[in-house]
C-alpha cells in the first residue's frame, strides 16, 4: 500500500492563479480530509468528506474548493491564489470519522 | 469552542532520559484524543489513539493517558533516544472534526 499520496511536493504560485493539490488513497477509506499548517497555528481543517459525493467544510474553507467523485481521491482547488494561501498543505484518510487518520507527506505551497 | 494547549513548545533533554509531554482542552465533551509525531518536512504520523471511554494506552516505549473531566492528557515517552526527536502533536476530536495543538517540538540529544 502507498498509503496516502500527495502531489505536487512543492508549488510556487503568482498572486490570482489557480491550482489543484491532488491527493489519493490506496486504502478504500470512506472519511478523507484537507488541512493546513501555518507556524504557531498549529492544523487546521480546511474541507472533509465522509464518503464518495459528500463533502462539507471545515475551519478555513475560504477560498478553497473539494469534490469526491471516486472513494480514492479528494483533490482541493484554489480558486484565485492570495499570498494568505502560503501554507503546508496535507491530506488525511481514515476508515471512519472517529478512528486513526493516516497523513500524507504535504504539498509545501507559496504564494508571491 | 474548543481549544487545544501543548506546554512546554520546546523541549531538549539527554538521551535516556524519561519525559512527559502535556496537552490540555478546554471543553472536555470529546470522542476521542490522538497523539501525532511529525519529523522535519514531513506528514504526521498516528502514535496512539485514545477513545473518550478509555484512560490510557501503551505502544513500546509510549503510554498516554487521557483525564476528560480535568481536560488532560499526557504523553509519556519512556528511555528517550536521539531518534525520538521530533514534534509531538494532540489532537481531540469533538463531533466531527479534530482540533490539533501547536505541538512540543522535542530535541534527545547522546
Known amino acids: 500500500n502507498a498509503g496516502v499520496t500527495q502531489t505536487p511536493k512543492f508549488q510556487v504560485l503568482k498572486t490570482g492563479q489557480s491550482m489543484t493539490l491532488q491527493c489519493a488513497q490506496d486504502?478504500?477509506?470512506?472519511?478523507m480530509s484537507w488541512y493546513r499548517q501555518d507556524p504557531g497555528m498549529g492544523l487546521r481543517l480546511i474541507h472533509y468528506?465522509?464518503?464518495?459525493?459528500?463533502?462539507d467544510q471545515g475551519e478555513v474553507p475560504n477560498g478553497y474548493n473539494v469534490s469526491r467523485s471516486t472513494t480514492e481521491d479528494f483533490p482541493l482547488r484554489l480558486l484565485s491564489a492570495a499570498p494568505s494561501q502560503t501554507s503546508v498543505y496535507f491530506c488525511?484518510?481514515?476508515?471512519?470519522?472517529?478512528?486513526?487518520?493516516?497523513f500524507g507527506p504535504g504539498t509545501r505551497l507559496t504564494v508571491l | 469552542k474548543q481549544e487545544v494547549t501543548q506546554i512546554p513548545a520546546a523541549l531538549s533533554v539527554p538521551e535516556g532520559e524519561n519525559l512527559v509531554l502535556n496537552c490540555s482542552f478546554t471543553?472536555?465533551?470529546?470522542?476521542?484524543l490522538q497523539w501525532f509525531r511529525q519529523d522535519p518536512g514531513k506528514g504526521l504520523t498516528s502514535l496512539l489513539l485514545?477513545?473518550?471511554?478509555?484512560r490510557e494506552q501503551t505502544s513500546g516505549r509510549l503510554n498516554a493517558s487521557l483525564d476528560k473531566s480535568s481536560g488532560r492528557s499526557t504523553l509519556y515517552i519512556a528511555a528517550s533516544q536521539p531518534g525520538d526527536s521530533a514534534t509531538y502533536l494532540c489532537?481531540?476530536?469533538?463531533?466531527?472534526?479534530?482540533?490539533f495543538g501547536t505541538g512540543t517540538r522535542l530535541q534527545v540529544f547522546p
Open positions: 488525511a484518510s481514515s476508515q471512519g470519522q472517529g478512528l486513526t487518520q493516516y
Open positions: 489532537a481531540v476530536r469533538g463531533t466531527d472534526k479534530l482540533i
Open positions: 485514545i477513545q473518550s471511554s478509555q
Open positions: 468528506s465522509v464518503g464518495a459525493g459528500i463533502t
Open positions: 471543553d472536555s465533551a470529546i470522542y476521542n
Open positions: 486504502m478504500n477509506h470512506e472519511y
